[in-house]
Each structure stands twice: as C-alpha cells, then as structure tokens.
C-alpha cells in the first residue's frame, strides 16, 4: 500500500529519481509526464475557478507501475502547469491495491470525485470472476485536498451477471437525475458500459446497460459520455476486438459510438464505433468541458500490455499524457484539432521546400491543399506514406518496437505533425484522423520529396 508516510519516507529516493528524470536527452518539452516513475489513465480533468487540472494515474516510486495513486498538475492557461501534492493515496480498504481510474464532476461550484478502488484478495485467484474487489469511491474536494472516502458502490450492487471488471466511473446530468456510466465485463466475456441513477449523487441504483447485438470485445474501459453539436457521443476502450488489415491494429482500442440515448426510458441506438487514434500510444481517453464552453480531450500517450518498450525507463519515467485536443463535429465525423493555446509555443515560421532537411526534433509540421500521395521522413527511420488510398507510418529502430500502423483514407488534403522530443501526434485532414505514437531517435530528421511544409519550432511547457 502507498500511503502518504510512505511516500515522505521516500523522499530521498524521489529526489534521486527526479535526478536522473532530468538527464534524458529526450525529456518531452510539451507535454504532462511524470516528475518521477509511471504514467497512465487521464483522471478527473476539469477547470474549476479558472484553473485547469489534470489528474492521472501515478506509481511516482516506480517507473515500472507499482502501487497506483492519481498525481496532479495545474495550470492556468495550458501553457504553464504546477505539480501539485500527490492527490489520491490509494490507503483505505476500499482502494489499498490501487485508487485506479476516475473522473470530476462539479456543480453549484462544488467539485467531487469518482473513481475505482481496486482491492486484491490472497490467494489463487483469477482476478475477474474471483479474488477482487473493484469499489465505486466518491470524494469532496477543493481539487488540492479532500476529506472522507465514501463508498458508493461495491460487488454487491453491480449486475449479479457482472464479473468483478466493473470500473471508470463517469457522471452525467440530465433532467435533474445524476447517471453513471461504468465500464463491465459480464460473465459470459461481453464488455458493456453499466448506467446507474441518482437522485443525490450518492445513492445509486442499477438503472441500464449498453452494448452491441454483435460480438465487440470482452471488456469496455473508461466510458465517457456527453453531448456535443446536438450529437450524443459514447467514448470507450473495447479490449478483445480481432486485428484487421486497417482497424483495431493495437492490442487494446479507443473509439466512439454516435448513440441516440433515452436515459429516461431505457432505450438506445449505437452507431458505428469508429477509432479514435490509428497509433501506437493511445488509450484511456477523458473528455471535459472548459469554461470556454470546449469539449477537451486528453489520452494516455501509451497503451496496456503492449509488446513494444519505452528507453525512458532507464531514467526512471515512462509515459506521458498527449496535448489537449478540442473535440468538434464536421462531416458527421468526430474530429481532433489541438488546442489554440498550443500556438502560443511557436517560434517564427519556416518554409521548408520539397527536399530540404529539417534538424530539430521539437515542432509543429503542416501541409495543407494536398493533392496525391506523399512521403515524408519524421525520423531518418521513421516514414509516413500515402500511396493508392492507404497512409501508412513506419517505424525503424526508433521504434523500440513498434513496426508499422496503417489507414484507408480516400483523400488526403491537409497534415499537421505536432514532434517532440520522444513523440509525435499527427492530425490528418483537419483531425478527422489521428496517429499517436512514441519515439526514440536521437537526431531530427524532417523532410519530404513531395510537400512543400511549413514549421513552427516549438518552445516548452513549464513545470513549478
């Protein structure tokens, strides 16, 4: 168990790992890592008071995902963030093996938390129908602190067909009546999202459930659910789905069903589920809305049990959230466009012609009124292609692993390629698609025979 005298009595070892966090060339300049050890599932994100927070997933003393917790960075313009006290200590019966993945809910001013308390019994014991605890926790808090953890919801309260994969809680609000959704697994191998209702937002009661009439996968994590453009929107990370030549190419995907919900009268009509990101580094997605009114989306740059690897372990971290993405709707398609404020990192415009180089590893790339296929090299190793239809990203030894992921895409008319230090996020025909992946090359390399780019050297985030 990690607790908060743990952690104090670590302090030593936390300095030193900060130490060598510092050391790697190629430290990400633009985006939230950990200050020390493991990163994964965006948590809790919310503005509240002008302030953004991002939460997430956090084993600080082990880059190799030890005891889970949620960490906490501020900031008050997406630009300048502040790492603030480790938040959730995963030290109560309900979550002692891991305060594992939740989400922010706010109203009246008043913010709250939900969030699964994983809890591992001794013993042998298979871990989804037995051996397990997975607790629906609520918390109050002023988003720096918070007082008791109060169970909502434990095994006992879920679907007696459910096994014990029940997780991820997410609250909606509609007509006065508080719902959540929960990712399942149930017995017979069938993921879902459970809903529950509430007239207080604590007492809760089994009030749905959503899935396909087809086989979709064994296990849908992290639901989200929300309303943007007159469009009801279903967010989730179906694991067990089978590899085709030009979908579900990762372990474990993240996508979105268009879904007409009455939530009123138990009824719903799911669309097709279309991927969010086509890399290699993407899942657990969490949407907010801003004060802005924008619907914010942030993944986890990674992705769980991959056969892929990450240098950054030997300098005592490992994964990274991706850059804010503002969500809209355009030709009945989800799209992704990083957030404006990324702008204010830009250094002055370069024009890059067909054939010239580019040596630095940390910009932002574009091409737009593109007509016909394209090569462009990301790394000297590292190549992304679109010939007869199909965009393929291939990766060399920079790779750590990761070979080559494909999309079908009629047209290709626009490219912005956001490259840091160890990553790149490449937003395809104004975000319509997306490729999230990680990097370890040493050296830049960006250049095309075909395009025409222009590049905006970018500047860094900064961390207090």
């Known amino acids: ?34 200050e020390t050890g493991w990163l994964n599932d965006p948590n ?223 009824t719903y009509k799911l669309g097709n589920f279309e991927e969010l990101d086509y890399g290699f580094d993407f899942y657990a997605p969490q949407t907010f809305e801003d004060e802005a009114g924008r619907r914010i989306l942030v993944g986890w740059m990674g992705i769980p049990d991959a056969d892929y690897t990450n240098p950054s372990v030997k300098y005592k971290w490992q994964h990274a959230l991706t850059i804010p993405r503002e969500l809209k709707i355009k030709n009945q398609r989800l799209v992704q466009e990083p957030i404006k404020e990324l702008e204010a990192l830009r250094g002055s415009k370069i024009d890059l012609e067909k054939g010239k180089v580019y040596e630095e590893l940390t910009f932002e790339g574009s091409a737009y009124n593109i007509k016909g296929d394209f090569k462009i090299n990301l790394r000297k190793d590292v190549t992304l292609a679109y010939k007869d239809g199909i965009l393929s990203l291939k990766m060399g030894a920079s790779g750590s692993g990761r070979d080559e992921r494909l999309i079908k895409i009629d047209e290709i008319t626009s490219l912005r390629i956001f490259s840091d230090r160890s990553s790149l996020e490449i937003f395809i025909n104004d975000g319509a698609y997306v490729m999230t992946n990680r990097v370890y090359a040493q050296e830049g390399y960006f250049k095309s025979e075909d395009l025409d780019l222009a590049i905006y050297p970018l500047g860094a985030f900064t961390f207090s």
């Open 1 to 34: 168990m990690l607790d908060r005298k743990i952690y104090q009595e670590n302090y030593g070892k936390l300095q030193k790992m900060k130490e060598e966090v510092e050391k790697d060339p190629l430290l990400l300049a633009y985006h939230i890592y950990p």
């Open 44 to 266: 809790g994100l919310c503005q509240k008071d002008g302030t953004y927070h991002f939460y997430y997933q956090a084993s600080p003393l082990d880059e190799n995902r030890g005891d889970i917790g949620w960490g906490h960075v501020s900031s008050p313009d997406l630009i300048n963030y502040k790492r603030e006290d480790f938040f959730i200590f995963p030290d109560s019966k309900y979550d002692k093996n891991g305060a594992y993945s939740g989400s922010a809910f706010i109203e009246d001013n008043k913010l709250s938390f939900f969030y699964t308390g994983n809890v591992k019994y001794p013993g042998d014991f298979d871990g989804i129908n037995e051996g397990r605890e997975h607790n629906t926790l609520k918390i109050d808090s002023d988003a720096y602190s918070y007082g008791e953890k109060i169970l909502i919801m434990d095994n006992d309260d879920y679907p007696a067909d459910m096994t014990k994969h029940v997780r991820d809680p997410k609250i909606y609000k509609k007509d006065g009546t508080y719902y959540m959704f929960l990712g399942a697994r149930s017995k017979a191998d069938k993921g879902m999202v459970l809903v529950f209702k509430s007239e207080n937002l604590k007492d809760f009661t089994y009030h749905m459930r959503i899935e396909t009439d087809y086989d979709f996968g064994f296990m849908w994590e992290c639901p989200d659910f929300f309303d943007l453009c007159e469009k009801q929107i279903l967010i989730c990370c179906p694991q067990g789905l089978a590899s085709q030549e030009y979908k579900f190419q990762n372990i474990y995907q993240s996508g979105y069903f268009f879904i007409d919900l009455d939530l009123e009268n138990k």
